[in-house]
């Protein structure tokens, strides 16, 4: 059974830092792309970055020089390295991969339950 956990949410000033980990586990053969998207009270789910395998790293325009994505892939894990938040970064953050697992003919999308963030003063 393929788990995703984030960890490292909490509350923050504004102006602050956090990071972010989302560490996955089960029976894995591969992990093509991974990803974080948050969700803020009373708006949809917006994509936050993206990081496949190889290649470059994406982002969404609200977080674009402030965010650093990144993975580890011998630890199957992707962090987020949030500086400069402001009080709009408030969301639940979750992160998910497309994911091979043991057996398995295709990537599958897996998602995490999400950490809470909060950027108040």
């Known amino acids: 059974q393929v788990q995703l956990v984030e960890s490292g949410g909490g509350k923050v000033q504004p102006g602050g830092s956090l990071r972010l980990s989302c560490v996955t586990s089960?029976?894995?053969?591969?992990?093509?792309?991974m990803a974080w998207s948050r969700r803020a009270p009373g708006k949809e789910r917006e994509l936050v970055a993206t990081?496949?395998?190889?290649?470059?790293?994406n982002y969404g325009d609200s977080v674009k020089g402030r965010f650093t994505i990144s993975r580890d892939n011998a630890k199957n894990t992707v962090y987020l390295q949030m500086n400069s938040l402001k009080p709009e970064d408030t969301a639940v953050y979750y992160c998910?991969?497309?994911?091979?697992?043991?057996?398995?003919?295709?990537?599958?999308?897996?998602w995490g339950q999400g950490t809470q963030v909060t950027v108040s003063s």
């Open positions: 089960g029976s894995i053969v591969g992990i093509s792309y």
């Open positions: 990081i496949p395998s190889g290649g470059s790293a």
């Open positions: 998910n991969a497309g994911i091979r697992e043991y057996r398995g003919r295709s990537y599958n999308t897996y």
